[in-house]
């Protein structure tokens, strides 16, 4: 059973940068495919980035592209995601995910198996 740990979130202004953290534990960190995802207040949960196992591939919604980046390092068991010119409308709890067998291209939670407790961040216009 893997467990997942987000951290690094918090208030930042727009136009910021932040980088969030995601520590893994209890399984075998390099077989999973990992993802970022995010719920904004009263919205669904939706796709953010996601990294392939080891490291080659790499997806991104429209809305990140070019802002975002996921990267890992599997020596540490840890998923980051490096956010740069944030907007207010990146305002959501920021939560990773593991899943074993998710498509390249795949934006679907169902696809992904554990998840973290989700860390808020919070942009100020």
């Known amino acids: 059973q893997l467990q997942l740990v987000e951290s690094g979130g918090g208030l930042v202004q727009a136009g910021g940068s932040m980088r969030l953290s995601c520590a893994a534990s209890?399984?075998?960190?390099?077989?999973?495919?990992m993802g970022w995802f995010r719920q904004a207040p009263g919205k669904e949960r939706v796709f953010v980035a996601s990294?392939?196992?080891?490291?080659?591939?790499?997806y991104y919604a429209d809305s990140v592209k070019g802002r975002f980046t996921i990267s890992r390092d599997n020596a540490k068991n840890t998923v980051y995601l490096q956010m740069n010119t944030l907007k207010p409308e990146d305002t959501a709890v920021y939560y990773c995910?593991?899943?074993?067998?998710?498509?390249?291209?795949?934006?679907?939670?169902?696809?992904?198996?554990?998840w973290g407790q989700g860390t808020q961040v919070t942009v100020s216009s």
């Open positions: 990294i392939s196992w080891n490291g080659a591939r790499t």
């Open positions: 995910a593991a899943g074993r067998l998710v498509g390249q291209r795949s934006t679907s939670s169902y696809d992904f198996d554990y």
């Open positions: 209890g399984g075998t960190f390099d077989t999973y495919h």
